[in-house]
């Protein structure tokens, strides 16, 4: 059945796992789709008066849907178009939220434009990129994002948010954190400088660009990052089975140093990987552990198979549907991750999706 409002189709029981790159999950008690401002609005009026909660989806790609479905109002972000106006010498791109995020990157790029280089490949939408600060490479969206504009459910009006308005922090921002579910993401706007010189910082991209002799430019940046995600089974292809998934499956935690010194003194005279992160609230040091390091020593190893899901034979901290896999198959094989690193290591991780039920 279906419900018509004023400008919108409100479908019932429509099943999510094919709105999902885990194609895993039960059906959205509503759906609907947002065209256009006045749907988001609708939508939410919608939702009030049912008395359900409303969730705004954008590409799936970092999304994990209970086998039960969602009781709520799902409303699929598709928003389109892309305007640009000049700077000085840096160009505001306003992308409304439902735009492909690996096309506007090209987008960018083609027109010169640096900031996102690194951020090529990602799957999703560019309205999902300010929720979790999305970041690759040594760039995230907070060190570009100019304004974010929201429908605030709260205040039922539309807000325009500037980056020290969205509590931007390593994969976090309002969105996902204090104030989740509160604002539906619209349009973002972005500054990125033309005749930026590319971000080439990470070990796996200096190494590329050296094998393949490449010179420093920001397409040979973005192409590189595609080929390197690839090889990582991190490009969302049909043919590719692992990556029917959703990316990282967990955060990369950030410890305290005290923490880093133990496990590596466990390790010695063995080098353990850490990087730098910003310090506590109390001026504490931490650093930050790469956690496909932490689930290898505990013994979870890329191809790991668990019944219907596994871990990606490319990449360790991707956990895969290898077919017909349920949610609760997932679960499963997180929590049995998360026990056995905390188990060896003392450190408890976090997983990096969405969670919807
Ligand atoms: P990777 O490049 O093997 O890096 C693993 C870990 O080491 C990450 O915590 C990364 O930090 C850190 N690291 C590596 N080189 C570093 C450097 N030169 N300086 C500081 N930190 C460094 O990771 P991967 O799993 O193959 O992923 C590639 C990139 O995609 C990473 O940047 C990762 O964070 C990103 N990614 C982002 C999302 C997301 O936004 N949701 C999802 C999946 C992957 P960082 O995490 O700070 O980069």
Redesign the pocket.
Known sequence: MYLKGAAMEFQENVPLAPYTTFGIGGPARWFAEARSEGDLVEAAAFAREAGLPLFALGGGS?LLVSDQGYRGVVLRIALAGIEEERRGSSLIFSVAAGEDWDAFVDHAVAKDCGGIE?LAG?PGTAGGTPV???????Q?VAQTIHMVRAFDQMQSDFVDLAPEQCGFS??RSRFNSFDAGRFLVCRVDFSLEQGRAPSI????LIRYFKEHNLSCTLGATSRAVRV??KS?G?VISPSDPDSRSA??FF??PIVAMGVYERIAAGFSPAPV?H??APADDTGRARV??????LLEKAGFHRGLIRGRAGISSR???ALINRGDALAADILRLRDEIIAGVEEQFNVRLEA?PVWLE
């Open positions: 970092n690194c990602i979790q600060n999305v970041g690759a490479y040594g995230e390593y994969r910082e990470y070990e796996d390197i995600r990582k991190m990316g990282s955060k990369n990987p990087y730098p930050k552990l790469p956690a496909a390091w990449h360790t901290l990096e």
